[in-house]
């Protein structure tokens, strides 16, 4: 067998495990629970970790790209962050010949770090709550009347900022439209690659240990923030230099103890920890289910040519990555919810809720009908967007339907249409349109098995027969100028797309007889028809709904800590170094090592390979200061902090601030955290910062970045 079960014996939690932690938890760091906090044992102060009128913490963690977070580690702007989070960089940086990915990257000096045109950072500069003045006025008004209000209100609290010319403000609700916040941020552009471990450490265990524990993978990468002479954001340019941030983090490299305290401090996605009952029971029996199905057959085909093709390894490494992600996670949300009894705990809090306020009553009966109403519809819209995104052939013939639309509606100037052919040729340069038939092919016939009739367009039956579908949507592939297979005016959309654009009445009247784009359109008219509109209708009302049901848990439950739901912004959460006790008879200890990356190698392999030289320092345990207490080097550790997508290359902070981890993941068996924190089960996982600086200075001989750095020893 490729993947043991490997059990941590390196601590033996008790069968019952105590948690000090009582709330989880994503805080807005200018409102932090910080008594209990201290109380877990912080050291510093809330002032330390927020501060807008002095360096603090928050100068060193930024928004990576839009999604992930990074954070400073050094007084020239050495960026840390995932390496999944940088993945997509270095795959573009990479090549058959010049593979990054399998053999890693590390710049000698500064003149060898790379540029990545159009990657961002964000610093939040300042947090301020905006509620009474973004709902001023609108208290007495209905829901159009009263969301054209807030917007009008939402531009007038923008304007009264004095913002620098590199600032913009961003202003947010929270709790569901009860609370709102501005974000004063300042983003930089001039962002180079300087070092990244092979996949073989970065994404080491790939998609059979992602979302599992125990993990042994340096998911990490490192960039640079560059700025002009004044330490200000400009667009790439040689003469930048170096940022210098107002504040960085120190590294520690002491070791860990059970129950130390941490917190992770970045920017998460989206969680909806106050729904009814019902909404979670939706997503644990109908539509997670549905997604997971969607993506599980397109994520076969898919490896199974990955695995025989290094340039299609090379082209899908980052999709395949991404598409994977979630598949595992929603496994994972789903047992979870099901073994932490989310669904009945929802249940009892909603009883108590009424015992309390019987004015709650109402509201859940509502929600309870609409819901129920919405749950064709809504598993159908699950499909549907699902099959739309991993066929994505489908995916292409919709770009060109609504290239179509533009054009015939007079739409489509000279920029519209240099953006679109843009944002094509980038799609097509890891696009198989061959491989993707396949994948195609399978979709529509799962689409087709299960959807009800109603939903579907006429005579959409005939696709249920997987066999047939890929031999007809391979002849229809070839022939398609969708697929840059199929040529018109003597080139393909891959090989001179300006060429194939030349006369775009002669492009439309070629794609509207291309079947893969009339049954692409056929299935978008159906859903648009028979589902969207009646979807958006009823969550309309139960979006109005939840903000009401989430003003009245916050005021009838006060003995609750409230933290609103993660939206992108910068939060706070914290915990405990913890392991866990998943399953009966099944003790996870809260860190790995070096030993145990031996233990899963696997020789060639695509997910367990190891490099040479990382066994090399293994076996002559040339591990300088980096081994810990057990006479290893840590790789992971986990904790009780409250993460989720968004955090991925969080830094992990010690009592006093200092830098011990890296985020990464969360265990599978708490995943279902997004809609319910469970401390019993939620732990995220971290890459230590041990491993990290061994490494870099060990295994890639980068000696140069480490003189950067204020290790704590």
């Not at 050094?74 to 990054?100: A, E, F, M, R, W």
């Not at 590294?251 to 909806?272: A, C, W, Y």
């Not at 199929?486 to 797309?497: E, H, Q, R, Y």
């Not at 980068?702 to 950067?708: R, S």
């Amino acid at each position: 067998m490729k993947r043991r079960n490997i059990l941590l014996a390196a601590v033996i939690l008790p069968a019952v495990m105590a948690f000090s932690q009582q709330y989880g938890g994503m805080w807005i760091p200018t409102e932090l629970n910080e008594k209990e906090m201290k109380d877990l044992g912080m050291k510093i102060s809330a002032k330390d970790i927020f501060d807008p009128a002095k360096p603090s913490i928050k100068d060193a963690v930024v928004q990576f790209n839009g999604g992930c977070t990074a954070e400073i580690i050094s007084p020239q702007g050495l960026l840390l962050t995932n390496h999944h989070c940088g993945y997509g960089q270095i795959q573009k940086h990479s090549s058959v010949g010049n593979d990054y990915l399998t053999d890693g990257f590390w710049a000698k000096n500064m003149n060898g770090e790379l540029p990545n045109p159009g990657v961002t950072v964000d610093f939040i500069a300042d947090i301020k709550e905006v509620t009474g003045a973004v709902l001023a006025g609108t208290q007495k008004l209905d829901g159009k009347n009263a969301e054209d209000l807030i917007k009008k209100n939402i531009e007038r609290v923008r304007a009264g900022f004095k913002l620098e010319p590199w600032q913009k403000v961003v202003v947010k609700p929270v709790y569901y439209g009860n609370k709102y916040y501005a974000y004063v941020i300042e983003t930089y552009k001039d962002i180079r690659l300087v070092g990244a471990p092979p996949s073989s450490i970065g994404k080491f265990g790939s998609d059979t240990d992602n979302w599992v524990w125990p993990r042994h993978t340096g998911d990490f990468s490192m960039f640079r923030i560059y700025a002009d002479k004044n330490n200000k954001p400009a667009e790439y340019s040689k003469d930048n230099v170096p940022y210098k941030p107002k504040y960085f983090l120190p590294v520690s490299i002491k070791d860990k103890q059970e129950n130390d305290f941490t917190f992770i401090f970045g920017f998460p996605g989206r969680t909806t920890e106050y729904l009814p009952a019902i909404a979670v029971e939706k997503i644990m029996t109908d539509i997670d289910p549905a997604m997971i199905g969607v993506r599980e057959v397109a994520l076969k085909t898919l490896n199974d040519k990955m695995r025989a093709d290094d340039e299609t390894r090379i082209k899908y490494a980052s999709k395949y990555a991404s598409v994977a992600n979630y598949w595992k996670k929603w496994i994972g949300e789903v047992e979870g919810l099901k073994k932490s009894d989310a669904v009945g705990k929802k249940k009892s809090y909603e009883k108590m809720l009424i015992a309390k306020n019987p004015q709650i009553k109402p509201t859940i009966d509502r929600l309870n009908a609409l819901y129920a109403e919405q749950a064709p519809y809504a598993l159908n819209r699950a499909y549907y967007s699902e099959v739309s995104r991993n066929a994505e052939t489908l995916s292409l013939a919709n770009q060109y339907i609504n290239f179509i639309q533009s054009y015939e509606g007079g739409k489509m100037t000279d920029d519209v249409m240099t953006a679109f052919k843009n944002r094509l040729a980038g799609f097509y340069e890891n696009y198989s349109g061959e491989l993707d038939a396949k994948v195609t092919a399978e979709l529509l016939a799962l689409y087709a098995e299960k959807t009800p009739e109603k939903f579907l367009p006429a005579n959409f039956s005939q696709l249920k027969d997987v066999q047939k579908n890929i031999d007809m949507v391979e002849n229809w592939s070839k022939q398609s100028v969708i697929t840059g297979r199929g040529s018109l005016n003597g080139a393909t959309v891959t090989s001179d797309i300006n060429k194939v654009f030349a006369n775009p009445q002669v492009l439309i009247a070629n794609l509207k007889n291309d079947p893969l784009l009339q049954w692409a359109g056929a299935m978008r008219n159906s859903y648009l028809t028979t589902t969207e509109t009646k979807y958006n209708e009823l969550q309309n009302e139960i979006d109005a709904l939840q903000k009401t049901f989430m003003a009245q848990q916050m005021s009838t439950d006060k003995d609750r800590q409230f933290f609103p739901d993660a939206n992108s912004t910068l939060r706070v959460a914290y915990g405990q170094v913890k392991g866990s006790n998943p399953r009966d008879a099944v003790y996870y200890g809260y860190q790995t090592h070096l030993d145990g990356v031996i233990e899963k190698y696997v020789p060639g392999d695509y997910e367990f390979d190891v490099p040479a030289k990382l066994v090399n320092l293994y076996n002559a345990k040339d591990y300088g200061v980096y081994k810990d207490k057990t006479g290893s080097v840590p790789v992971n550790f986990t904790a009780t902090n409250h993460t989720t997508g968004g955090n991925s290359g969080s830094p992990a902070l010690d009592a006093h601030g200092n830098l011990i981890g890296l985020n990464f993941d969360r265990q599978w068996e708490g995943t279902m955290s997004d809609i319910n924190f469970d401390p019993r089960f939620s732990r995220n996982i971290m890459v230590d910062t041990k491993y990290i600086l061994f490494i870099v200075d060990k295994y890639a001989d980068a000696k140069w970045l480490l003189n950067e750095m204020k290790i704590v020893k």
